[in-house]
């Protein structure tokens, strides 16, 4: 049995049976634990070793409300490196909450399959499941959190600057939205500093905000949330972005365009940070709007990794919920 196989079936972290639905309730063991498992994963994966896989087959239905990439072909890719099957269900598919009651849903695929993930506007959907769902349901992105992006955002931080802790700064630049909220708590669990620079009207919401200095008081992380982007990124070691409209706000586009023109990540910015800095964005990028073109081009090594590490650590996340 490889450590990898031992970490999961350990389960001391407590992630058996339990859903993942917003940071809050992940404890600081279990948000580790990802990262202990993901990196086990990554590294057999590299020396084409043979991977972990599930003693029997296992199956993933995955509800998209909103467009993506990186979350449906990970969590796919994933199903099938674990010899598992992922099954995609659209929103106009299966009509969460107007074709058919959620409880309803979440009651039957439990009867299916094995872990459900859902990508939603409203919280309130992928957290409805999770009250119904007998087997655990996991949020792929919701109007309020993006968890599981901030594993591999935490992992791939690791990876490029070494341990996590108050010796790291992380500084958001941009919109206060969902994908800043889980970054708010994922990184005071680790310990890492987080800065965010938002324009005003764009904060995260308070009660992200108070959790993360709840949690900080904890583990020594600070957080700091002010307007001027320059002066949250001094001694940051990594910058992150996201896009200014998210999926859903497509009309504030062309509004949010300009007030946010002052939040751009470029080389004027990064000369503020650490001269080393990583920049990071979970993606999709809109160069030219919150990252100007040469920052994609000259970070995208690690942009790319970010995202490939969406994949270790998702397959981390169902091994250590469901077991081997
Ligand atoms: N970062 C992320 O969640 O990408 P997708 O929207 O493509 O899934
Ligand atoms: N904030 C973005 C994240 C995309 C991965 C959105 O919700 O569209």
Redesign the pocket.
């Known amino acids: 049995m490889t450590s990898v196989q031992q970490l999961i079936q350990a389960d001391s972290a407590g992630w058996r049976k339990r859903d993942c639905i917003t940071l809050f309730d992940v404890s600081i063991p279990q948000f580790r634990s990802v990262l202990e498992v993901a990196d086990g994963l990554k590294a057999l994966d590299l020396q084409r070793q043979p991977g972990v896989e599930w003693q029997y087959p296992r199956t993933l239905a995955m509800i998209f409300e909103?467009?993506?990439?990186?979350?449906?072909v990970?969590f796919e890719a994933s199903m099938a490196h674990l010899r598992g099957h992922a099954i995609n269900l659209s929103a106009q598919e299966i009509g969460l909450g107007t074709r058919e009651p959620i409880p309803d849903v979440a009651c039957v695929l439990s009867k299916w399959v094995d872990i459900i993930s859902a990508?939603v506007f409203s919280h309130s959907s992928v957290a409805g499941l999770a009250e119904f769902a007998t087997v655990p349901v996991i949020n792929?992105?919701s109007d309020d959190e993006?968890p599981i992006?901030a594993f591999a955002d935490l992992m791939t931080l690791r990876e490029r600057k070494g341990a996590l802790g108050n010796n790291l700064k992380l500084t958001y630049v941009g919109d206060g939205n969902n994908v800043l909220h889980a970054l708010l708590l994922a990184c005071t669990k680790m310990g890492v500093n987080i800065s965010a620079a938002c324009p005003p009207g764009y904060l995260p919401w308070e009660r992200y905000v108070a959790e993360a200095r709840r949690i900080g008081k904890e583990t020594g992380a600070s957080v700091e949330i002010i307007s001027d982007p320059k002066i949250a990124v001094r001694d940051a070691d990594a910058i992150y972005t996201d896009v200014w409209a998210s999926?859903g706000q497509e009309a504030e586009q062309q509004k949010r365009a300009r007030i946010f023109a002052p939040y751009q990540i470029n080389e004027n910015l990064l000369a503020c940070a650490k001269p080393d800095c990583l920049v990071l964005h979970?993606?999709?990028a809109h160069r030219g709007d919150e990252i100007s073109e040469a920052m994609m081009t000259r970070h995208s090594e690690t942009i790319y990794e970010e995202?490939e590490n969406?994949l270790h650590t998702q397959k981390a996340l169902m091994l250590l919920m469901i077991g081997l």
């Open positions: 909103k467009p993506s990439l990186r979350t449906r990970s990508r792929a992105l993006h992006q999926m979970c993606l999709p995202a969406r």
